[in-house]
Structures are given as structure tokens and as C-alpha cells.
């Protein structure tokens, strides 16, 4: 499995195909709290035969080492470092949840080789039920899982999709998914979408109750140039919900990118 190391930490990332393909289109899909890059499997499996796709381990997640952070900014540093180990292939950063709040403050100061963005599930405040913190900080799995299972996934999604993502989560320390959501709490770019000046996806759960589409809505009206797509039968979870038709706007996105005078 790849590694890089920065800061003398090694961090962890998955990527398709490995290595990724020198000077081409790569999408860099950032998790959520609590999350790692086995939350992509399906983008990694699906939508490699024209792109390169990459999804790296924040510092504490998956199998990268570090202790997490209690900063959106501080983990804008890491993919910052992270995609210049890259090379100079051009980008489309893609966040989910606590992953968009990142994408959204990476791309207030984006490389030039910056060519899109997507933001999936996610708002430009992030506030967190107090709820949340008090059930990880007693250790109260069950109660916190309770929360996410009662606004975070559509009523029609499959019981082993639910399944998978809590399987995912509980491998992270909960310390580490505390202070994911501290930063998620701490978050607020309102006032600065109109720094965001590259392409923009904005992709949403019809049933997300975590993250309901008026959050999305506010970033469509409010960045300069993007679109908005409400993806039906799916809550927060998108990417595990609805894989099919996420990676399809994902793709027509990215060509119309390569292709930008059908824009």
C-alpha cells in the first residue's frame, strides 16, 4: 500500500491505478470525520479508466499515523502537502462532510493546478449536536451510531450499506473522531465562498438530515461558478448510497472540465 511521508509522518493513501498515471486528471477524495479512504471504494474501483483517482488517510484515520487535528486549517496543511507529492498533474479535490470544509479552505488558496471542485454533503458551517460529542466522550458507541442512523442515511438505503460505514468508523480512536468534530463545529466559511473561484460540484442527499440540501443550496447560490445536483434515495452517506449515479455526476463533471468550452 503507498505511503508518503511529511512532517515525519507516514501517511496513507489509496490510489487507482498504483501509481497513479504521470501528468494525469486526478481527483483527490478527501473523508469525513471519523472516516479513511475505504469510504471511496467504490470511486476507486469505478472511475479509474480516465483519471487517476486518490484518496489519502488524514494524520490518525485509516492507516496513516498521527494524531488527527482539531482545525479544518490544520488539515488543509496535510493535503496541501500531500498533493504536491503528487507532481504536477492537474487536480479536482473532492470532500465529503468535514472532507468539503476542507476542499472549500484548500480552494480559497488553490494551486494553479487546481481544476475543480465537489462538494459532497457537506456546508459552509458544519455546526455538530451537542448530542455527538456527549455520546463519544462517554464512550457510548451505540448512542452516537443511533444519531447518524436516525439523520444520516435515506430511508431506502440497505441495511449492509449502513453496516459497512459503521465498520469503517469504529476503527478510528474516538479522541481522533472527537476532534474531527470540533473542527467541524469551529467551521464557518460564509463569508468567504466568494474566494472559491474554480468550478464547482455540489452534490447532496435528497434525504441527508445531517447536511440537508438548503446547505448545499446556500453554496450553489453562493459560489461563482458551480452547479448543484440533488441525488434521490440517498442521506448523508452518498458516496456508499448511491456510488452509480455520484461517480456519473462525478465523471461529467471532471469532462466537462477537460472540455471547457461546453461549459
Known sequence: MPFVTIEGIRIHFAADPDPPEPGEMTLVLIHGSGG???????????MSGVFNVVAPDLPGHGLSEGGGER????????????TKTLGPVPLVVVGHSMGGAVAMEFCRRPPR?????????????LKVLPDIFRFLEEGDRS?????????GFSPKTDQAVKDAYFRIGRKTDPAVTIGDFRACDAFDCMKAL????????????????????????????NLSDSRLEIIPDAGHVVMLEQPGTLNRRL?????????????
Open 194 to 221: 466568494g474566494e472559491i473561484q474554480v468550478p464547482s460540484l455540489v452534490l447532496v442527499g435528497a434525504d441527508d438530515q445531517m447536511t440537508p440540501p438548503k446547505y448545499a443550496q446556500y453554496l450553489n447560490d
Open 251 to 263: 465523471e461529467e463533471f471532471i469532462v466537462e472540465i477537460m472540455s471547457p468550452g461546453i461549459r
Open 113 to 125: 493546478r487546481l481544476m475543480g471542485a465537489v462538494f459532497i454533503g457537506t456546508g459552509a458551517r
Open 71 to 82: 482545525e479544518i486549517s490544520r488539515y488543509v496543511d496535510w493535503i496541501r502537502r500531500f
Open 36 to 46: 479513511s479512504h475505504e469510504v471511496w471504494f467504490h470511486q476507486l474501483e469505478s
Open 143 to 151: 448512542a452516537f451510531e443511533s444519531i447518524v442512523l436516525q439523520y
